[in-house]
């Protein structure tokens, strides 16, 4: 009976989602929803889309890391998810109007820090 214990404990623990801690998971979702609105294209494998179609691949691929508990920080993200195709292994790019086309992990790098500046109080 102990083994049958041990071995049902032990296919529910690999079973179980596992998810970044709350500040990560929040900056992640955050990071994934301004790619979504920023009006950015992005190139993947040689393509370029828009910025929703963008927002779409990079949650897909944040659930596949998630599910695997291979993402626990908004950096791994970026390294894991954000960086290059897991298939081709080519750089993702990001191009906004007006300025210069740009590695996605340098713009999601630049969003991030964006967002961790502590918001200055007028009063």
């Known amino acids: 009976m ?19 801690p709350p500040v990560a998971a929040g900056e992640i979702d955050r990071l994934i929803a301004a790619m979504g609105a920023s009006g950015c294209d992005f190139e993947r494998n040689g393509r370029w889309y828009p910025a929703k179609q ?4 990079l949650r897909r691929k944040y659930e596949w890391l998630r599910r695997r508990d291979l993402v626990a920080s908004a950096e791994q993200f970026i390294e894991r998810a954000g960086t290059r195709s897991s298939m081709s292994g080519r750089a993702y790019r990001v191009r906004c109007a007006g300025r210069p086309v740009v590695p996605s992990a340098e713009w999601l790098r630049a969003r991030l820090r964006e967002m961790r500046q502590p918001r200055s109080n007028p009063h």
């Open 2 to 20: 102990n083994r049958f214990v041990v071995l049902l404990s032990v296919l529910l623990l690999a079973s179980a989602q596992a998810a970044p």
């Open 54 to 57: 963008a927002e779409e691949h």
